[in-house]
């Protein structure tokens, strides 16, 4: 890159490129020319200042299209790259790499969407969607034309993980990342590993034991040299950036622990919802709520004896902290996943131990989906009755027993019978109550993680990056996340191990070089920028006998927010700079007739 | 507003300048295009990775320049950046108008939606209502700025370097 940035000095202007650009607008077999007419878009974009190469292709993706753009590349001598096809969402990545394989500045190629965002979108008007695609095309051109040739950060990472919290997925991710043979610190904030699980008794859906699944665990963990466990310890400070960050841990009440770390997963889960007095008769003598009940199963053996009162009628209340709509107050969203199969899991164990306890099930909506619908299905067979009610009118629970009755009464209205208002007389209610967030804001704090909404913890996409937060190297699985019962805690925890170990085993990580950068001529330290960083990313820094704001590269997340607060528009986005989006409105307006 | 270059006849739609943001917005948009849904043609976009990093200067520039209105899909709640976005998105949102309202332009040209990514209907019905909005209103009367005024210098090579070390 040297001596072209010495011609650029030169010739007068920062900048080497933008001269020789080669424009590719593809037909994508019909998806965009029945409804394009790409040879006029073509037309009327190959004389653009800077074009050097347009064409059309059948399909721009296509080995053969991807072969001549690699030849034209290397024969003209090109130093940009405009691929009009679909969203950037399906091939920025291969063309992308068409430019690198051809020793073009991948960050000088712009994507042009005129299929999902013209074409598809146009499909009634042809001259439209036409004119459209020239627009779009130009704009392209006109970014491309003001891009720099950018590098991915390169650092080298640290092949050791930190795992927060050691409930099974914190402990099953360790066990996985040890297995590929990176070293592992597990911080567990409780004298005892294992979590929820290890305080369950039979767990659905194998009938397992939580507390010896957990023994299993532990026993496998202590087993691997490369994994230290701190208990009775937590994360108080983290520094540094993705592929190393330097971590100190509290064990204890003097034990300090540092740690140099590549990753961190984060794997804290969820606390259950606690009722406040009155919500469905809690604080009645009697009304439990379901990890109550689940100790109490786990207590005994033969028939049921609660306080010294023999049990024989069980109502259980579904959905307490969860799904709590508009007709239900607000609260919780969403709906908890475990609890369904853990209760219809559980009456079937009371069921086991006495098949003529009645048990009635107030739900409204269950959702027993995959392979617990044999739990309800069970549960059914067994005598339990289920009884849906509105959210808007939900289960009234009352204690206005007489001596020898149960002490409880629920009053219902049961909508599969028309509405008929049913009393139950119960022994115990047992409130089903679902997952909500754990208190962490100082582990939030130390590690910035993204919170949702809902409390929890946000990966960058739900389906395509599900254990990747924004924050580069801090990953997330488990219940902290989202609910999910075990066998799903787990799955997530291995698959943040094996993303970890992607990244690490390589040895070094390339960071995206779309960053923000501060011009330190025009930077007057206002500080406005500092605090408008969420990450911490900005500094002040001298430059040339005074302070300006900078930007760590390998902190900043590039999203620009820093932008926009800068009055004195020191700050520029790379790869969406102010010369680029005002050059781009222009290519976009300019007249097509 | 010129007629249409194809000869078409008719009007010109308005049109509208659109900034996404490349996780969030922008697949709703894709999503619109992808089930067929029309939307005017005079709709063009272009995609940030945040909301919170669009420069107001850019909405005055836009519609300085020939657009007829710019409409900035959000990503609101769901940004994967920063957790206060929505209230970031709304301080930008009125100083963009402000600005519009001091170089003696309608506020009105300047409209903002949150959009999530699968939220296809719903962003066609925003940008319909604000196109039949925008032709109502007229063409902005102000005579366009030229290219690249009010524009901060290019980033330069040298800076970007230093922004690398
Ligand atoms: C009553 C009940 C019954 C259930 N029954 C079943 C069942 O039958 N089958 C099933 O599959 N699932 C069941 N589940 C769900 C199951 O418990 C969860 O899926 C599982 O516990 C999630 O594991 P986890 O590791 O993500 O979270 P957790 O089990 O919550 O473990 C998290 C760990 O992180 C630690 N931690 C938290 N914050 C910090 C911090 N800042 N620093 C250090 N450590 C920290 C905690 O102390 C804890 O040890 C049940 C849950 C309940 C409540």
């Known amino acids: 890159m040297s001596d072209r940035g010495e011609k650029a000095r030169t010739s007068g202007r920062d900048r080497p490129h933008g001269n020789r650009i080669g424009v590719y607008i593809c037909h994508c077999g019909g998806n965009i020319s029945d409804y ?6 073509l037309e009327a974009v190959k004389d653009e200042p800077g074009v050097a190469v347009a064409k059309t292709a059948m399909f721009t993706c296509s080995d053969a299209t991807q072969q001549e753009m690699a030849e034209d590349i290397r024969e003209h001598g090109l130093d940009g790259l405009v691929v009009a096809s679909c969203s950037p969402k399906l091939h920025q990545f291969t063309f992308r790499e068409v430019a690198r394989r051809a020793g073009l500045n991948p960050y000088q190629y712009s994507q042009v969407n005129i299929r999902e ?10 001259a439209g969607a036409t004119d459209k695609a020239i627009r779009l095309v130009r704009g392209g051109i006109a970014r491309t034309r003001s891009s720099l040739p950018l590098t991915p950060l390169v650092v080298d990472t640290v092949p050791r993980v930190l795992v927060v919290g050691a409930g099974v997925a914190g402990l099953r991710a360790a066990l996985g990342l040890a297995q590929v043979g990176l070293e592992v610190v597990v911080v567990e904030r409780e004298a005892e590993v294992g979590g929820w699980v290890a305080g369950l008794g039979e767990l659905y859906p194998h009938g397992r034991h939580g507390g010896g699944l957990v023994a299993g665990l532990l026993d496998q963990v202590r087993a691997q040299p490369g994994i230290t466990l701190l208990t009775g310890a937590e ?15 509290r064990q204890g009440a003097s034990r300090t622990v540092r740690a140099d770390v590549g990753a961190v997963i984060v794997a804290t889960g969820f606390e259950t919802y606690d009722p406040p007095a009155g919500e469905f008769g809690r604080g009645r003598p009697g009304v439990v709520t379901l990890p109550e009940f689940q100790r109490f199963l786990e207590a005994g053996t033969g028939a049921l004896v609660y306080e010294g009162r023999p049990v024989r009628s069980i109502v259980y209340v579904y959905c307490v902290g969860s799904r709590q709509g508009p007709k239900a107050g607000g609260g919780n969203l969403y709906c908890s ?34 392979n617990l619908e044999a739990i309800f299905t069970e549960s059914r067979n067994r005598g339990s009755v289920y009884i849906r009610f509105d959210e808007s009118e939900p289960p009234v629970v009352s204690g206005d027993a007489g001596a020898g009755e149960p002490r409880l009464k629920v009053r219902v209205r049961d909508l599969l019978t028309a509405g008929e208002e049913l009393d139950i007389r119960a022994d115990l209610v047992v409130l089903v109550t679902g997952m909500v967030p754990r208190p962490n804001e100082e582990l939030v704090r130390t590690l910035k993680l993204p919170v949702g909404k809902d409390g929890l913890f946000s990966e960058i996409h739900p389906k395509l990056r599900p254990v990747e937060t924004v924050v580069d190297g801090v990953l997330i699985c488990g219940a902290c996340q989202g609910p999910k019962n075990s066998s799903e805690s787990v799955a997530s925890a291995l698959a943040a191990a094996a993303q970890g170990a992607a990244v690490l085993k390589k040895g070094y990580a390339e960071l995206d070089p779309l960053v923000a950068v501060v011009d330190p001529e025009r930077c007057d330290d206002c500080g406005q920028c500092y605090p408008a960083c969420p990450f911490e990313a900005i500094e002040r820094v001298p430059h040339q006998g005074r302070e300006v704001a900078s930007v760590r590269r390998a902190v900043c997340k590039g999203c620009g927010a820093c932008v926009p607060v800068c009055p004195a528009a020191a700050i520029d986005l790379l790869g969406y700079t102010d010369e680029q989006i005002r050059a781009m409105i222009d290519g976009l307006l300019k007249e097509t007739a | 507003m010129p007629d249409r270059p194809d000869g078409g006849g008719g009007p010109e739609e308005p049109r509208i300048l659109v900034f996404s943001t490349n996780n969030i917005s922008d697949p709703g948009i894709d999503l619109a295009g992808s089930s067929h849904l029309h939307y005017p043609p005079g709709v063009v976009v272009i995609g940030l990775p945040c909301t919170s990093g669009v420069r107001p200067e850019w909405v005055l520039y836009a519609i300085q320049r020939g657009f007829d209105g710019v409409f900035i899909a959000a990503d609101g709640e769901e940004c994967g950046y920063l957790s206060d976005c ?24 300047l409209k903002m939606a949150a959009i999530c990514s699968v939220c296809a209907e719903p962003f066609v019905d925003h940008i319909r209502e604000f196109s039949a909005a925008l032709a109502e209103l007229g063409p902005v009367t102000a005579a366009p700025v030229e290219p690249g005024s009010g524009g901060s210098a290019p980033t330069g090579l040298a800076q970007v370097r230093k922004g690398y070390e």
């Open chain 1, 36 to 41: 394009v007419d790409v040879e006029r878009v």
């Open chain 1, 117 to 126: 965002q013209c074409s598809w979108a146009h499909t009634d008007d042809r």
């Open chain 1, 235 to 249: 994360l108080v400070e983290k520094s540094g950036a993705f592929g190393n960050f330097q971590v100190e841990i």
């Open chain 1, 337 to 370: 996943r475990y609890c369904c199969g853990a209760a219809g899991h559980l009456s079937n164990r009371v069921a086991d131990r006495d098949p003529a306890v009645r048990q009635y099930h107030l739900y409204r909506d269950i959702r027993t989906y995959g």
């Open chain 2, 86 to 109: 929505t209230e970031r998105s709304a301080r930008i949102f009125k100083r963009a108008q402000d600005l519009l309202t001091e170089h003696g332009l309608e506020p009105r040209r």
